[in-house]
């Protein structure tokens, strides 16, 4: 058993994100493993731009008030304790919502290539900002 040594904690690159975004990688397995798990913590109004994972992807909402939408699905209010499964290939984006902060835990693997995510656009404000559906609702 070995305590493992995290590098230092990144900020979010404006190319994938708007907003102030930090993320602290927890575990980037070695092969044959290829797990991957990170805390990314977003300030209100944070989010990512549109990406997949090509093994999917597992959130676990940590702490905090967020959003995430699945590519053509309604935006969701997501909070501390929910956890959403994205499947293989589901173009998705998530973040913290306007007036909150929001962080998550990340859980995915590396595709068998070693690609962890194809990224795409930034999610304008408008987008953003659209009418989200409660929790409950």
Same mark, same amino acid.
């Given at each position: 058993?070995?305590?493992?040594?995290?590098?230092?904690?990144?900020?979010?690159?404006?190319?994938?994100?708007?907003?102030?975004?930090?993320?602290?990688?927890?575990?980037?397995?070695?092969?044959?493993?290829?797990?991957?798990?990170?805390?990314?913590?977003?300030?209100?109004?944070?989010?990512?731009?549109?990406?997949?994972?090509?093994? @999917?992807?597992?959130?676990?909402?940590? +702490?905090?008030?967020?959003?995430?939408?699945? =590519? #053509? *699905?309604?935006?969701?209010?997501?909070?501390?304790?929910?956890?959403?499964?994205?499947?293989?290939?589901?173009?998705?984006?998530?973040?913290?919502?306007?007036?909150?902060?929001?962080?998550?835990?990340?859980?995915?693997?590396?595709?068998?290539?070693?690609?962890?995510?194809?990224? @795409?656009?930034?999610?304008?404000?408008? +987008?953003?900002?659209?009418?989200?559906?409660? =929790? #409950? *609702?």
């Amino acid at each position: 058993m070995d305590i493992i040594d995290k590098p230092a904690t990144t900020r979010g690159s404006s190319d994938r994100f708007i907003g102030d975004v930090w993320i602290d990688e927890l575990v980037h397995g070695e092969p044959p493993s290829r797990v991957r798990a990170s805390i990314v913590r977003f300030a209100p109004g944070a989010r990512n731009a549109w990406h997949a994972h090509p093994v @999917g992807q597992t959130l676990h909402v940590l +702490d905090g008030v967020g959003r995430i939408q699945a =590519r #053509g *699905g309604e935006l969701l209010e997501i909070r501390a304790g929910d956890t959403i499964a994205t499947p293989p290939g589901e173009w998705h984006w998530h973040g913290a919502a306007p007036d909150h902060f929001m962080t998550h835990l990340a859980v995915f693997e590396a595709g068998d290539d070693g690609a962890e995510s194809a990224w @795409g656009e930034q999610i304008p404000d408008r +987008d953003y900002g659209a009418a989200v559906r409660p =929790r #409950g *609702g």
